[in-house]
Structure formats: structure tokens, C-alpha cells
């Protein structure tokens, strides 16, 4: 098998913590958002997203709903 490893930790270098505020200057996540826009994916991702969200959301009230009773 064969290990994944980052190329930060090779470098010597602690990996950035990711916050709300640097998430999309992280380097996979520009290119993902590039990878979407070269191949004309917004009305899929934008799906995608939403479908995930609703999860979230779903979960989140079920998890509220839980702890008042």
C-alpha cells in the first residue's frame, strides 16, 4: 500500500489551520472551484451543495430535537 503524503510535512512545514476566513485560498479548493469552472460544472456543483446542506441542516434539527426532549 502505498502512504499519501503531504507536501507540507515533507517540506518540514506545519500545514496551515483551516478557519472560515483562509478555507478558500487553500490550494485544493482553488482548484476544485477552477476545475468547475473550465468544464462548465456550476449548475452541478451548485447541487451538490445543495443536497449536502440539506443533510447538515436536517441533522443539526434532529440532533436539537433530541437534546429538548
Same mark, same amino acid.
Given at each position: 500500500?502505498?502512504k499519501t503524503?503531504?507536501?507540507?510535512?515533507?517540506?518540514?512545514? =506545519?500545514?496551515?489551520? !483551516?478557519?472560515?476566513?483562509n478555507?478558500?485560498t487553500?490550494?485544493d479548493?482553488?482548484?476544485f472551484?477552477?476545475y468547475?469552472?473550465e468544464?462548465?460544472l456550476?449548475?452541478? =456543483?451548485f447541487?451538490? !451543495?445543495?443536497?449536502?446542506i440539506s443533510k447538515?441542516?436536517k441533522a443539526?434539527?434532529?440532533k436539537?430535537?433530541?437534546?429538548?426532549?
Amino acid at each position: 500500500m502505498s502512504k499519501t503524503v503531504n507536501l507540507d510535512e515533507k517540506a518540514g512545514v =506545519a500545514p496551515e489551520v !483551516m478557519t472560515i476566513k483562509n478555507f478558500r485560498t487553500n490550494g485544493d479548493i482553488e482548484n476544485f472551484y477552477r476545475y468547475i469552472h473550465e468544464n462548465g460544472l456550476r449548475r452541478e =456543483a451548485f447541487m451538490l !451543495m445543495e443536497y449536502a446542506i440539506s443533510k447538515v441542516v436536517k441533522a443539526r434539527k434532529g440532533k436539537r430535537n433530541k437534546n429538548l426532549q
